[in-house]
């Protein structure tokens, strides 16, 4: 196998990180709408935290991600 | 029929005045430039904004006011108090990288934050600069940060080393995290950027696309700024707080 497909394959392979970002972001977002429907004054304590942890769930993924990139266009 | 992509192309570093000092290479390059821009674009926010200082504030100083609050309100709630004296700090922080990211979004700009150097001298000042005042606000009893309470001794083994690991980490991932969303974005537009190129009258679908990703990229520039802020305040308290 040359190194192009094996960049390819093994980008396509870095790439399923980001089941985990959708996952968790998924997550994050439904306990933001399932604590503010039930307590919608507590909104503006939560929605900082929810911000938050989007974020980060999202960072896990990305760094999948950025490997993706390393191995296409660095290695 | 090979698509001729480039999409990481925009982030080459151009020397615009080349400056050689002893072997050092220090041009002022394009990453330079749009530094000087956003640290120019804040200063005139913040100064030129709040110097009529009326008591019902124009619409420049209500900007410059909110972002002081929101800065202000995140280091009082999040590092707890004692963290005063390091506002300026966090408000350099988050300023300096909402600008960067912001005018990365331009079309043709540079975008600052894309470069991992970039970041990682960033969260490598806030991580240094937090150990050194953990060090010099405990003394030796900030190792007690990495032993948790109430943790029988068997564990203990097993988790000092975890939450040893876990604190090293820091600075690479406040930096990855800021980098690799930045470079995601922008590599993403400029690929369907590229689709839209070679298509023909399909084109209006990436176009489409692109417009959807950059309205995503603009909350993303926003948010990656205040985590950066707010991850740098939860690190402050810990050093401060020790837990």
Known sequence: ?75 | MALELHPLEQFKVEPLIPLHIGGLDVSYTNASLFMTIAVVLITALLVLGTKRGALVPGRWQSVAEMSYEFVADMVDTNAGHGAEPYFPFVFTLFMFVLFSNFLGLIPYSFTVTSQIIVTFALAAAVFIGVTIIGFIKHGAHFLRLFVPEGVPMVLLLLLVPIEILSYFIRPFTLSIRLFANMLAGHTMLAIFGGFAASVGLLAILPVALDVAILALEVLVAALQAYVFAILTCLYLRDALHLH
Do not use: H, W
């Open chain 1, 1 to 75: 196998m040359d190194l192009a497909s094996a960049k390819m394959i093994g980008a396509g392979l870095a790439c399923i990180a980001l089941v985990g970002a959708g996952v968790g972001i998924g997550n994050v977002f439904s306990s933001l709408i399932s604590a503010v429907a039930r307590n919608p004054a507590a909104q503006a304590q939560v929605q900082p935290f929810a911000f938050l942890g989007f974020a980060l769930a999202e960072a896990t993924g990305l760094f999948g991600l950025a490997i993706a990139f390393l191995i296409l266009f660095v290695f």
